[in-house]
């Protein structure tokens, strides 16, 4: 296997995409999103998107592929990032996926084959209604599996899993067409505490920078409220704020509480995959990189 795949990993505040950008000067790489939310245009503090500046000239791929108004799957994820991959290996660069979102990574590394199930747009109106507890539980009743790794603040992923266990029983067992090349896995986890403060400093940076700004933009674009609250995290706490549902200390408070509940989780997911080296720092990287 001639080819090769390295991908970063970690929590969100960790220094994933800096890392990556490291690797990639000093590997000849290029760098693959991975992040469900990064690839909306327009969705640029909120995610935390790395800026022009600090791509320092390597090619970013899967950023800013889509209108937040359109309904992004991870099937597509999966054929645009292969895509990707395909002219990085065709440029005789080395491909470095970068991101969060855990199942995107193995939607396109283990290329799962997704079940392809159409919107259900009656179902949707009516589970819309719902708070994302009523959700929970009821996909916990349809699907058990599926209900144990779901982000339960997520009301775009739990009613999609609901409307797969409606048209097929249950989400399935997934089959799987892994790329043909050589992965090599780097986890970047800075600690509980240094990841706590790094949430919290990058959380008050991007406040000071316009996130609320850019979060009234999209609304006024044509980004309902719903939708961007669907979006979590920073958009769903800016959306309830502009709508006067919360103050703006509360937002502050559930936020950062929110995004450090989201870091566990990311967290919890990766340390599921056993072939992730864990490192501190773009030294310890290139160090297990060099090995393989």
């Not at 390597?58 to 990707?84: C, E, M, W």
């Not at 995290?233 to 936020?255: D, T």
């Amino acid at each position: 296997m001639s080819k090769k795949v390295i991908v970063v990993v970690g929590p969100t505040a960790s220094g994933k995409s800096s890392l990556a950008i490291k690797l990639a000067q000093k590997l000849q790489g290029e760098v693959i999103s991975a992040d469900s939310r990064q690839v909306y245009k327009g969705m640029d503090l909120g995610t935390g998107k790395v800026t022009k500046k600090e791509m320092a000239g390597i090619p970013h791929h899967l950023l800013d592929v889509v209108s937040p108004k359109t309904i992004f799957s991870a099937n597509k994820y999966q054929h645009l990032g292969r895509l990707a991959l395909k002219k990085i290996w065709a440029n005789k660069k080395l491909p470095i996926i970068c991101g969060g979102t855990g199942f995107y990574i193995q939607t396109l590394v283990d290329g799962l084959l997704l079940p392809e199930v159409p919107p259900n747009k009656v179902l949707r109106n009516k589970l819309a209604k719902l708070s994302t507890e009523e959700l929970f539980r009821i996909l916990e009743k349809k699907d058990p599996e599926r209900a144990q790794n779901i982000d339960k603040q997520n009301p775009a992923r739990l009613i999609r899993s609901i409307e797969i266990a409606n048209a097929l029983g249950k989400v399935p067992k997934l089959k799987t067409d892994p790329l043909d090349a050589e992965i090599i896995y780097i986890g970047i986890n800075p600690g509980k505490e240094k990841l706590k403060a790094n949430i919290h400093k990058r959380l008050l940076a991007r406040i000071k920078l316009g996130m609320l700004a850019e979060i009234k933009k999209l609304h006024k674009s044509g980004v309902s409220f719903r939708k961007l609250e669907s979006f979590g995290l920073e958009y769903r706490y800016g959306a309830l704020l502009l709508q006067n549902k919360i103050n703006k200390n509360n937002f502050l408070i559930e936020l950062e509480k929110s995004i450090n509940d989201y870091a566990k989780r990311q967290v919890t997911w990766f340390k599921r995959n056993p072939n992730i080296h864990w490192v501190k720092n773009c030294g310890e990287a290139k160090k297990i990189i060099s090995k393989k």
